[in-house]
C-alpha cells in the first residue's frame, strides 16, 4: 500500500536546472533515511544523494557542489535540486525510502518508478 510518487523530471539544456520531488504515501509509520540512485543506458545503478531522518547529507562525487537533497518529514516527500547540469547528468532517477508501514517495527526499502532526466548539449 505504501508508493513513492516522483515528479519534476523532464528534458533541460547544459547548464540548466531541474527539481525532483518524491512524496511517500499510504500507512507510514516511519521513514528513516531517503535517497536519489540514477541509471544511465548501459551503465549500473549508482547512488546520487542520500539524507537521514535528522537531515545528514550524503552525495556521489559527481555531483557535489551541484546537487542537493532536502526533505520535509512532515509531508514524507524528499526533494534533489539539480543545478548546473551535464549531458552525463541524463539518467533515470530513482527515489528510495527505508522505511516501516504501521503494520510492522521492521525498517524496509521501497522504490520510486523512476523519472527520466535528459539533458542536452
Known amino acids: 500500500q505504501v508508493q513513492l510518487v516522483e515528479s519534476g523530471g523532464g528534458l533541460v539544456q547544459a547548464g540548466g536546472s531541474l527539481r525532483l520531488s518524491c512524496a511517500a504515501s499510504g500507512s507510514i509509520g516511519s521513514i528513516n533515511t531517503m535517497g536519489w540512485y540514477r541509471q544511465a543506458p548501459g551503465k549500473q545503478r549508482e547512488l546520487v544523494a542520500t539524507i537521514t531522518r535528522l537531515g545528514t547529507t550524503s552525495y556521489a562525487d559527481s555531483v557535489k557542489g551541484r546537487f542537493t537533497i532536502s526533505r520535509d518529514s512532515a509531508k514524507n516527500t524528499v526533494y534533489l535540486q539539480m543545478n548546473s547540469l551535464k549531458p552525463e547528468d541524463t539518467a533515470v532517477y530513482y527515489c528510495?525510502?527505508?522505511?516501516?508501514?504501521?503494520?510492522?517495527?521492521?525498517?524496509?526499502?521501497?522504490w520510486g518508478q523512476g523519472t527520466q532526466v535528459t539533458v542536452s548539449s
Open positions: 528510495n525510502a527505508d522505511l516501516r508501514t504501521m503494520a510492522t517495527f521492521k525498517y524496509y526499502d521501497y
